[in-house]
């Protein structure tokens, strides 16, 4: 499996997840998010033991009752309370 530094999330990935995180819930994630979500993907990546974004994103568009969606919600905005 591959470390933290190994993962790079590229534009179009990261515009995908903000994407599919708005039309669920109205929130989107800008380019200053780009660490934090980076970040929280590759820990679910790994807890899911898969080796490419791709397999995530598609999770996160076929999971029916969006509770992925809600623990990156929740992680990431008491992520940003933590750094504000």
Known sequence: MKNDSAYHLRLSEFRR????VFNRT??????KRYDEVRLF???RMRIFR????EQYLQYLEEEERGREIELAIERL?????AVA
């Open 41 to 43: 993907i590759a820990d």
């Open 17 to 20: 997840f903000s994407e599919i």
């Open 50 to 53: 898969m080796t490419a974004y």
């Open 26 to 31: 109205g929130q989107r994630f800008d380019m």
């Open 77 to 81: 905005s008491r992520d940003r309370v």
